[in-house]
């Protein structure tokens, strides 16, 4: 929606997104859809992106999210991360909460690979997991 400072330009970047929940083959019925808003900011060591979300589920409720996402900038081809984020149903008091500590490791301009340890507490329940990823992009090339 804007270009910020993500894209070398002064002031925060926003981006929207949005997704439909259509009907599942041999589950759930009813279809829902969710509305994201990210404002993102970079400074020379930190980046921070501030996510605020609603959805409706596909039984109607409708479901709030807020996030924290910090990712530290270094010279390196590793770099350390921190996620917080709320989430619940609008007008419920059980809503769970989470924390995230990780890495991000760039192999290369299109590979990159993730890795951290979170944990979440919802009512009297805590968990903790161990998440791993990997994002890989493909170059646009452009005609002539």
Do not use: C
Not at 18 to 46: D, K, M, Q
């Amino acid at each position: 929606m804007r270009e910020g400072s993500l894209q070398d330009a002064p002031g925060p970047s926003l981006a929207f997104e949005f997704g439909a929940l259509l009907p599942t083959v041999h589950g759930e019925s009813g279809v829902g859809g969710s509305a994201l808003l990210v404002a993102s900011y970079r400074w020379s060591r930190i980046t921070a992106h501030f996510n605020s979300e609603v959805a409706l589920s596909r039984s109607g409720a409708v479901e709030l999210f807020g996030g924290l996402i910090l990712e530290g900038r270094t010279s390196t081809a590793l770099r350390p991360v921190m996620e917080l984020f709320i989430e619940g149903e609008a007008g419920d008091s059980q809503v769970v909460r989470s924390a995230l500590v990780g890495a991000i490791w760039d192999a290369k301009d299109t590979l990159s690979f993730d890795v951290g340890a979170r944990v979440a507490r919802f009512e009297q329940d805590t968990e903790f997991e161990v998440r791993a990823g990997l994002t890989w992009g493909l170059r646009a090339v452009a005609g002539q």
